[in-house]
């Protein structure tokens, strides 16, 4: 019995995800030109498991995104943005 619990406490263990990141990325949106540019790129990006938050500004033309790396990726990030009609690039490095 006791080496039953010990077999379930190790593969419990082992079967664990790995410990997720949470990275920030900022990103170059130069599409965004208008005051509802922000709120797309933004509900397009939060449509993503994984994206804690975003933050667009039309006015600086970039996108803010605190995303868990276990989840989402980068790229799919930009394939968001892109999908809803604004290429973005990353600016900077992710943190």
Do not use: W
């Not at 990006?45 to 994206?51: C, E, H, M, P, R």
């Not at 975003?54 to 996108?63: C, H, P």
């Not at 989840?71 to 900077?92: D, F, H, P, Q, R």
């Amino acid at each position: 019995m006791k080496d039953l619990i010990l077999a379930t406490i190790f593969a419990l263990f082992v079967t664990q995800p790995g410990h997720a990141e949470q990275r920030t990325a900022k990103l170059s949106v130069p599409g965004m030109f208008c005051a509802s540019c922000p709120f797309i790129v933004q509900a397009a990006i939060n449509d993503l498991a994984g994206v804690i938050s975003v933050t667009a500004n039309s006015e600086q033309k970039t996108a803010v995104v605190v995303f868990e790396d276990s989840i989402t990726t980068i790229e799919a990030i930009l394939s968001a943005s892109s999908n809803a009609g604004y290429e973005a690039t990353v600016i900077g490095g992710e943190s």
